[in-house]
């Protein structure tokens, strides 16, 4: 597989994840709220309050997206190892503890107000031990593809 269908498969996946994304943030997420707030009027307090929560996170997420897109247009351009990538994956890094930060923060102020069930904390614990899994990965990548690229510079420079 060349640069440029590697750039188009990671494009393409990006977009329909993106796409999913909406579709479940934006519909499913607030329609299955709704039904469980039918099911259980007791807990229609809970609906806006946790709906707005997971949409802050989600905002995080889709930055992530579009900074993969443009790693992405950096490796059809054959640029993978840049500064430009090492940048972006230091970024992707730092939102992905971010978004880790404030969900656990976010899920522990629930849980104090009595908005949450040891359940769905335990849920989002899964969830933030991959967000912290996705920054090392990239914080390690952002390291690796700066030295690449400083080595490349290097050889750029050697006659």
């Not at 335990?122 to 080595?151: C, K, M, Q, T, W």
Request: charge should be neutral; include cysteine; proline fraction near 3%.
């Amino acid at each position: 597989m060349n640069q440029s269908n590697l750039s188009k498969w990671l494009k393409f996946i990006t977009f329909a994840v993106g796409i999913m994304g909406i579709v479940v943030f934006l519909f499913i997420l607030p329609a299955i709220g709704k039904d469980i707030v039918a099911a259980n009027p007791e807990y229609a307090y809970c609906f806006w309050p946790w709906l707005i929560f997971i949409w802050i996170l989600v905002i995080s997420c889709y930055i992530v997206l579009f900074k993969f897109w443009g790693i992405c247009s950096q490796i059809e351009l054959n640029n993978s190892f840049s500064i430009l990538n090492a940048k972006a994956l230091s970024a992707i890094s730092k939102l992905a503890l971010f978004n880790c930060i404030i969900c656990f923060l976010g899920n522990v102020v629930f849980y104090i107000f009595n908005m949450s069930h040891p359940g769905i904390v335990i849920g989002f614990l899964l969830v933030i031990f991959a967000g912290i899994a996705i920054a090392i990965v990239a914080a390690a990548l952002a390291h690796l593809v700066e030295n690449a690229s400083n080595i490349r510079e290097e050889n750029d420079l050697t006659i």
